[in-house]
T-cell receptor
Framework: DAKTTQPTSMDCAEGRAANLPCNHS???????VYWYRQIHSQGPQYIIH???NNETNEMASLIITEDRKSSTLILPHATLRDTAVYYC????????????????FGQGTILTVHP | EPEVTQTPSHQVTQMGQEVILRCVPI?????FYWYRQILGQKVEFLVS????????KSEIFDDQFSVERPDGSNFTLKIRSTKLEDSAMYFC??????????????FGDGTRLSIL
Protein backbone atom coordinates (compact mmCIF):
# COMPACT_ATOMS: atom_id res chain seq x y z
CA ASP A 1 0.00 0.00 0.00
CA ALA A 2 1.16 3.52 -0.78
CA LYS A 3 2.69 5.66 1.95
CA THR A 4 0.91 8.79 3.15
CA THR A 5 2.26 12.01 4.61
CA GLN A 6 0.23 14.22 6.94
CA PRO A 7 1.08 17.26 9.06
CA THR A 8 1.78 16.37 12.65
CA SER A 9 -0.75 18.80 14.07
CA MET A 10 -3.29 21.46 13.12
CA ASP A 11 -5.53 23.88 14.93
CA CYS A 12 -9.00 25.05 14.01
CA ALA A 13 -11.50 27.46 15.54
CA GLU A 14 -14.85 26.04 16.54
CA GLY A 15 -17.45 26.59 13.85
CA ARG A 16 -14.89 27.02 11.09
CA ALA A 17 -14.03 24.48 8.44
CA ALA A 18 -11.12 22.16 9.20
CA ASN A 19 -9.12 21.18 6.12
CA LEU A 20 -6.76 18.28 6.71
CA PRO A 21 -4.31 17.54 3.91
CA CYS A 22 -2.75 14.22 2.98
CA ASN A 23 -0.06 13.48 0.44
CA HIS A 24 -0.04 10.08 -1.26
CA SER A 25 2.13 10.70 -4.28
CA UNK A 26 2.89 7.00 -4.88
CA UNK A 27 -0.75 5.93 -4.96
CA UNK A 28 -1.58 3.40 -7.65
CA UNK A 29 -4.64 3.30 -9.84
CA UNK A 30 -6.72 0.87 -7.80
CA UNK A 31 -5.91 2.16 -4.33
CA UNK A 32 -8.59 3.86 -2.28
CA VAL A 33 -8.05 6.71 0.17
CA TYR A 34 -9.62 6.17 3.61
CA TRP A 35 -9.93 8.59 6.48
CA TYR A 36 -10.34 7.54 10.08
CA ARG A 37 -10.11 9.41 13.33
CA GLN A 38 -9.32 8.37 16.87
CA ILE A 39 -10.68 10.30 19.81
CA HIS A 40 -8.70 9.88 23.01
CA SER A 41 -7.73 6.18 22.66
CA GLN A 42 -11.17 5.07 21.55
CA GLY A 43 -11.30 2.78 18.55
CA PRO A 44 -10.57 4.33 15.17
CA GLN A 45 -13.75 5.73 13.68
CA TYR A 46 -14.37 5.49 9.95
CA ILE A 47 -15.10 8.87 8.35
CA ILE A 48 -15.08 8.61 4.56
CA HIS A 49 -13.29 7.03 1.62
CA UNK A 50 -12.90 7.55 -2.11
CA UNK A 51 -11.12 6.48 -5.25
CA UNK A 52 -10.99 9.48 -7.55
CA ASN A 53 -14.24 11.39 -7.27
CA ASN A 54 -14.95 13.81 -4.48
CA GLU A 55 -17.13 12.32 -1.78
CA THR A 56 -19.42 13.77 0.87
CA ASN A 57 -21.30 12.20 3.75
CA GLU A 58 -22.88 13.43 6.95
CA MET A 59 -19.51 13.72 8.66
CA ALA A 60 -17.17 15.20 6.10
CA SER A 61 -16.14 15.82 2.51
CA LEU A 62 -13.19 14.27 0.74
CA ILE A 63 -11.51 16.15 -2.07
CA ILE A 64 -9.07 14.11 -4.18
CA THR A 65 -6.87 15.92 -6.69
CA GLU A 66 -7.16 14.97 -10.32
CA ASP A 67 -3.77 13.25 -10.32
CA ARG A 68 -4.80 11.49 -7.08
CA LYS A 69 -1.49 12.33 -5.44
CA SER A 70 -3.10 14.21 -2.58
CA SER A 71 -6.41 14.65 -0.84
CA THR A 72 -8.08 16.90 1.71
CA LEU A 73 -10.56 15.95 4.37
CA ILE A 74 -12.96 18.77 5.14
CA LEU A 75 -14.97 19.02 8.34
CA PRO A 76 -17.31 21.85 7.35
CA HIS A 77 -18.16 23.20 10.82
CA ALA A 78 -15.69 21.88 13.36
CA THR A 79 -16.83 21.38 16.95
CA LEU A 80 -14.85 20.69 20.10
CA ARG A 81 -15.83 17.02 19.76
CA ASP A 82 -13.89 16.85 16.49
CA THR A 83 -10.62 17.17 18.41
CA ALA A 84 -8.89 13.89 17.54
CA VAL A 85 -6.07 12.24 15.62
CA TYR A 86 -6.99 11.96 11.94
CA TYR A 87 -5.50 9.22 9.80
CA CYS A 88 -5.27 9.16 6.04
CA UNK A 89 -4.73 5.58 4.79
CA UNK A 90 -4.30 4.28 1.29
CA UNK A 91 -5.32 0.69 0.69
CA UNK A 92 -5.46 -1.63 -2.27
CA UNK A 93 -8.69 -3.63 -2.55
CA UNK A 94 -8.42 -7.29 -1.71
CA UNK A 95 -9.34 -8.28 -5.22
CA UNK A 96 -6.41 -6.30 -6.54
CA UNK A 97 -3.77 -7.44 -4.08
CA UNK A 98 -2.96 -9.75 -1.24
CA UNK A 99 -3.45 -7.46 1.72
CA UNK A 100 -6.94 -8.78 2.60
CA UNK A 101 -7.80 -5.28 3.59
CA UNK A 102 -5.42 -4.62 6.49
CA UNK A 103 -5.03 -0.96 7.34
CA UNK A 104 -1.59 0.53 7.93
CA PHE A 105 -1.85 3.46 10.30
CA GLY A 106 0.70 6.26 10.42
CA GLN A 107 1.03 8.88 13.10
CA GLY A 108 -1.84 10.95 11.69
CA THR A 109 -2.67 14.61 12.26
CA ILE A 110 -3.62 15.80 15.72
CA LEU A 111 -6.48 18.24 15.14
CA THR A 112 -7.25 20.55 18.02
CA VAL A 113 -10.46 22.55 17.80
CA HIS A 114 -10.41 25.69 19.95
CA PRO A 115 -13.46 27.52 21.35
CA GLU B 1 -26.36 1.92 13.71
CA PRO B 2 -24.70 -1.52 14.08
CA GLU B 3 -21.50 -1.54 16.12
CA VAL B 4 -18.54 -3.76 16.85
CA THR B 5 -18.57 -4.54 20.56
CA GLN B 6 -15.62 -5.69 22.63
CA THR B 7 -15.43 -7.18 26.10
CA PRO B 8 -14.04 -6.64 28.61
CA SER B 9 -13.19 -2.96 28.36
CA HIS B 10 -10.25 -3.47 30.72
CA GLN B 11 -8.43 -6.71 31.54
CA VAL B 12 -5.72 -6.99 34.15
CA THR B 13 -3.69 -10.22 34.05
CA GLN B 14 -0.56 -11.60 35.67
CA MET B 15 2.40 -12.18 33.39
CA GLY B 16 2.44 -15.73 32.05
CA GLN B 17 -1.32 -16.15 32.27
CA GLU B 18 -3.58 -16.77 29.31
CA VAL B 19 -6.05 -14.11 28.29
CA ILE B 20 -8.97 -14.13 25.86
CA LEU B 21 -10.30 -10.94 24.36
CA ARG B 22 -13.76 -11.06 22.89
CA CYS B 23 -15.41 -9.25 20.03
CA VAL B 24 -18.84 -9.30 18.47
CA PRO B 25 -18.46 -8.04 14.90
CA ILE B 26 -21.27 -6.39 12.93
CA UNK B 27 -23.67 -9.16 12.02
CA UNK B 28 -23.44 -9.34 8.22
CA UNK B 29 -19.70 -8.75 8.03
CA UNK B 30 -17.37 -11.41 6.67
CA UNK B 31 -13.85 -10.09 7.35
CA PHE B 32 -12.50 -9.75 10.86
CA TYR B 33 -9.37 -8.12 12.19
CA TRP B 34 -7.38 -7.51 15.34
CA TYR B 35 -5.14 -4.51 15.86
CA ARG B 36 -3.25 -3.29 18.88
CA GLN B 37 -1.99 0.07 20.08
CA ILE B 38 0.71 0.34 22.68
CA LEU B 39 0.35 3.53 24.72
CA GLY B 40 1.58 6.51 22.75
CA GLN B 41 2.29 4.50 19.61
CA LYS B 42 0.62 3.78 16.29
CA VAL B 43 -2.24 1.39 15.73
CA GLU B 44 -0.66 -1.85 14.45
CA PHE B 45 -2.26 -4.65 12.44
CA LEU B 46 -2.14 -8.10 14.02
CA VAL B 47 -4.28 -10.49 11.99
CA SER B 48 -7.10 -10.78 9.50
CA UNK B 49 -9.60 -13.64 9.39
CA UNK B 50 -11.93 -14.72 6.63
CA UNK B 51 -13.85 -17.89 5.86
CA UNK B 52 -12.81 -19.44 9.18
CA UNK B 53 -9.11 -19.09 8.66
CA UNK B 54 -6.35 -16.57 9.06
CA UNK B 55 -5.85 -14.72 5.80
CA UNK B 56 -2.93 -12.54 6.85
CA LYS B 57 -0.89 -11.92 9.99
CA SER B 58 1.86 -9.56 11.02
CA GLU B 59 5.22 -10.35 12.60
CA ILE B 60 3.73 -9.43 15.96
CA PHE B 61 1.24 -12.30 15.70
CA ASP B 62 3.55 -15.09 16.80
CA ASP B 63 2.78 -18.53 18.24
CA GLN B 64 1.53 -17.01 21.49
CA PHE B 65 -1.45 -15.53 19.66
CA SER B 66 -4.44 -17.30 18.19
CA VAL B 67 -7.84 -16.27 16.88
CA GLU B 68 -11.08 -18.13 16.70
CA ARG B 69 -14.65 -17.66 15.61
CA PRO B 70 -16.25 -20.19 17.92
CA ASP B 71 -19.82 -19.49 16.83
CA GLY B 72 -21.70 -17.30 14.41
CA SER B 73 -21.26 -14.12 16.39
CA ASN B 74 -18.05 -14.02 18.44
CA PHE B 75 -14.48 -13.46 17.33
CA THR B 76 -11.77 -13.99 19.93
CA LEU B 77 -8.08 -13.24 20.35
CA LYS B 78 -6.16 -15.47 22.74
CA ILE B 79 -2.73 -14.75 24.12
CA ARG B 80 -1.36 -17.97 25.55
CA SER B 81 1.32 -16.75 27.94
CA THR B 82 1.22 -13.01 28.37
CA LYS B 83 4.31 -10.84 28.59
CA LEU B 84 4.71 -7.34 29.96
CA GLU B 85 5.08 -6.01 26.42
CA ASP B 86 1.61 -7.31 25.52
CA SER B 87 0.14 -4.45 27.53
CA ALA B 88 -1.81 -2.39 24.99
CA MET B 89 -5.22 -1.49 23.67
CA TYR B 90 -6.55 -4.25 21.44
CA PHE B 91 -9.06 -3.30 18.77
CA CYS B 92 -11.32 -5.60 16.84
CA UNK B 93 -12.66 -4.56 13.44
CA UNK B 94 -14.97 -6.04 10.87
CA UNK B 95 -15.83 -5.39 7.25
CA UNK B 96 -18.51 -6.48 4.85
CA UNK B 97 -17.84 -7.83 1.41
CA UNK B 98 -18.86 -6.47 -1.92
CA UNK B 99 -17.47 -7.25 -5.35
CA UNK B 100 -15.61 -3.96 -5.50
CA UNK B 101 -14.16 -4.74 -2.07
CA UNK B 102 -13.72 -1.14 -1.01
CA UNK B 103 -15.85 -1.47 2.10
CA UNK B 104 -14.37 0.21 5.18
CA UNK B 105 -13.50 -1.53 8.40
CA UNK B 106 -15.46 -0.62 11.50
CA PHE B 107 -13.72 -0.75 14.85
CA GLY B 108 -14.79 -1.51 18.37
CA ASP B 109 -13.75 0.67 21.28
CA GLY B 110 -11.10 -1.76 22.37
CA THR B 111 -9.95 -3.75 25.36
CA ARG B 112 -7.23 -2.26 27.50
CA LEU B 113 -4.94 -5.15 28.48
CA SER B 114 -2.65 -4.55 31.44
CA ILE B 115 -0.04 -7.18 32.26
CA LEU B 116 1.39 -7.09 35.78
Amino acid sequence: DAKTTQPTSMDCAEGRAANLPCNHSTISGNEYVYWYRQIHSQGPQYIIHGLKNNETNEMASLIITEDRKSSTLILPHATLRDTAVYYCIVRVPHAGGTSYGKLTFGQGTILTVHP
Amino acid sequence: EPEVTQTPSHQVTQMGQEVILRCVPISNHLYFYWYRQILGQKVEFLVSFYNNEISEKSEIFDDQFSVERPDGSNFTLKIRSTKLEDSAMYFCASRSFRQTDNQPQHFGDGTRLSIL
